[in-house]
């Protein structure tokens, strides 16, 4: 079972255009992460938000905690070629101990 | 960022071989954890260790064996390994355990023939 949904699974853009990848879940988390990975490389930490309908902005990137702490967005403005990568979410939660849950992300290419 | 490194970035074994990944944490965090990440696949969680002490073994079987000798170092030991462990081996630390926000090293891309 995938608690953690992301959608789109795979997305190709134009560079310049405005994109949003979104993370879902029926679970609660007292945190959630975005990541972004590139070919043969870890995930690297873009944001972490905490609080319900915490919007997070990292220049064009806008990170979006949904008020009930299930879901999240990420958006991004007149997309570039660097953006291209692998956009992980992963979220945490208290089930008689904390655990992190990663979603199988958003594959992400954006064209010159 | 440098804050959590990993050795070899690459390696490639036959399934006899007896091979050792390493996992270092410059961040002064206690927790640490291996994840296992295969093409189109969500990453998987294999172990955690919490102040040098396994808190989460998720089903992995014995051919992969961890070791934590102090809260900065974590190693995977691998023996006889089998074609489909290839993989991208990910390290990753956090302040406390789960629940903190992780910070991944770059990885070890296995390829087992």
């Known amino acids: 079972t995938q608690l953690l949904e992301q959608s789109p699974q795979f997305l190709s853009i134009q560079e310049g255009e405005n994109l949003t990848v979104y993370c879902n879940s029926s679970?609660?988390?007292?945190?959630l992460q975005w990541y972004r990975q590139e070919p043969g490389e870890g995930p690297v930490l873009l944001v972490t938000?905490?609080?319900?309908?915490e919007v997070k902005k990292l220049k064009r990137l806008t990170f979006q905690f949904g008020d009930a702490r299930k879901d999240s967005s990420l958006h991004i403005t007149a997309a570039q070629t660097g953006d291209t990568g692998l956009y992980l979410c992963?979220?945490?939660?208290?089930?008689?101990?904390?655990?992190?849950?990663f979603g199988a992300g958003t594959r992400l290419f954006v064209k010159a | 960022e440098t804050g959590v490194t990993q050795t070899p970035r690459h390696l490639v074994m036959g399934m006899t071989n007896k091979k050792s990944l390493k996992c270092e944490q410059h961040?002064?965090?206690?927790?640490m954890y291996w994840y296992k990440q295969s093409a189109k696949k969500p990453l998987e969680l294999m172990f955690v260790?919490?102040?040098?002490?396994?808190?989460e073994n998720n089903s992995v079987p014995s051919r992969f064996s961890p070791e934590c000798p102090n809260s900065s170092h974590l190693f995977l030991h691998l023996h006889t390994l089998q074609p489909e462990d290839s993989a991208l081996y990910l390290c990753?630390?956090?302040?406390?355990?789960?629940?903190?926000?992780?910070?991944f090293g770059p990885g070890t891309r296995l390829l087992v023939l």
């Open positions: 990753a630390s956090s302040q406390e355990g789960q629940g903190e926000t992780q910070y």
């Open positions: 992963a979220g945490s939660r208290n089930t008689g101990g904390f655990k992190t849950i």
């Open positions: 938000v905490v609080t319900g309908g």
């Open positions: 961040l002064g965090h206690n927790a």
């Open positions: 260790y919490n102040f040098k002490e396994q808190t």
């Open positions: 679970s609660v988390f007292s945190s």
